[in-house]
């Protein structure tokens, strides 16, 4: 394709994405759905997911004070490790549905 025709396809791209986003659409810059992005965002595990795994599956129970002192974690951080185990179906979260 030649230069000018490539510009202009480029613009109405721009454009359909501007008005995507007007229309309450909001899309990322290569053009997917914030929900998508914001859902792999969501699913995307920690690091330290399969340590934890094995850390439940030899204890009864697992306080997040357990993960903070066996992966040298923060609080915040023992408990989305939690969370995404519960998700996972490895256990289930004391609070329950609170």
């Known amino acids: 394709m030649s230069d000018p025709l490539q510009l202009?396809?480029?613009k109405l791209d721009d454009i359909?994405?501007?008005i995507k986003q007007l229309e309450g659409n909001p899309v990322?810059?290569?053009n997917k759905p914030v929900s998508?992005?914001?859902?792999?965002?969501?699913?995307?595990r920690d690091p330290l997911f399969s340590k934890?795994?094995?850390?439940?599956?030899?204890?009864?129970?697992v306080p997040s004070s357990l993960l903070q002192?066996?992966?040298?974690?923060d609080q915040g951080r023992a408990e989305k490790l939690?969370?995404?185990m519960v998700e996972a179906g490895v256990g289930t979260s004391?609070?329950?549905d609170v």
Do not use: P
Not at 36 to 44: A, D
């Open 8 to 10: 202009i396809l480029k």
């Open 16 to 18: 359909d994405t501007r």
């Open 28 to 30: 990322t810059a290569d």
């Open 36 to 44: 998508v992005v914001e859902e792999t965002i969501k699913n995307i």
């Open 52 to 61: 934890a795994v094995d850390i439940a599956q030899k204890n009864d129970e």
């Open 69 to 73: 002192k066996l992966l040298n974690v």
């Open 82 to 84: 939690i969370d995404q």
């Open 94 to 96: 004391f609070w329950g």
